[in-house]
């Protein structure tokens, strides 16, 4: 079993709709990312979180909200899609007590297409 | 602006000889560098890391060099495999908490 999963892997949605994407470890990491990767700016940072408390904006936050509802789950919310929002968006994961502590562990990806 | 930066997309190279992979980066605060590897439909893969205080670090065929003053790392493989045909991704850190992407060089081994 994948140790990051996030689902949906696709999905499809119409202008002004709320979409949550969820992502689930069972690494045991504390900490979650949210980031999202566009053709030719490669991945940005969106959201972070270092614990259940503990939420951080990244590079582009703005239209995007998220929720840590327990160590392992971290979803990602677009409150009113848009269609630049549609790109494929990766969960990851780390370990602050890890060997390599900034190592990130990524999951498979959803692809968000919003027409 | 982008802060991390791979100037190349694309990269071909025969399998069996040396591939490098090229990142440069603008904010002299970086202390930390990595290299992930992608296939498609996958997430990206942790590959190897350099911290600022070495100018080198090396795991089997893959070896990252870190020029600070030049703030500008590269990734050699050698030799390069079919296997190692993807995308990769340089990335870099100021704090450990925060990290800047680089839009990533698709590389292919032809056999």
């Known amino acids: 079993d994948a140790d990051v999963t996030q689902t949906p892997r696709n999905r499809i949605t119409k202008t002004g709709k709320r979409i949550m994407l969820e992502c689930s470890q069972t690494?045991?990491?504390?900490?979650m990312y949210w980031y999202r990767q566009d053709p030719g700016l490669g991945l940005r940072l969106i959201y972070y979180s270092f614990d259940v408390k503990d939420i951080n904006k990244g590079e582009i936050s703005d239209g995007y909200s998220v929720s840590r509802q327990a160590q392992a789950k971290f979803s990602l919310s677009l409150e009113s899609a848009i269609p630049n929002q549609t790109a494929l968006y990766f969960c990851a994961t780390s370990d602050r007590r890890g060997g390599n502590l900034n190592e990130q562990f990524f999951g498979p990806g959803t692809r968000l297409t919003v027409l | 602006d982008q802060q991390v930066k791979q100037n190349s997309p694309s990269l071909s190279v025969q399998e069996g000889r040396i591939s490098i992979l090229n990142c440069d980066y603008t904010n002299s605060m970086f202390d930390y560098f990595l290299w992930y590897k992608k296939y498609p439909a996958e997430g990206p893969t942790f590959l190897i890391s350099?911290?600022?205080?070495?100018d080198k670090n090396e795991d089997g065929r893959f070896t990252v060099f870190l020029n600070k003053s030049a703030k500008h790392l590269s990734l050699h493989i050698v030799p390069s495999q079919p296997g190692d045909s993807a995308v990769y991704f340089c990335a870099a850190s100021a704090t450990g908490n925060q990290f800047y992407f680089g839009t990533g060089t698709s590389l292919t081994v032809i056999p």
């Open positions: 350099i911290s600022s205080i070495k």
């Open positions: 690494k045991g990491h504390d900490r």
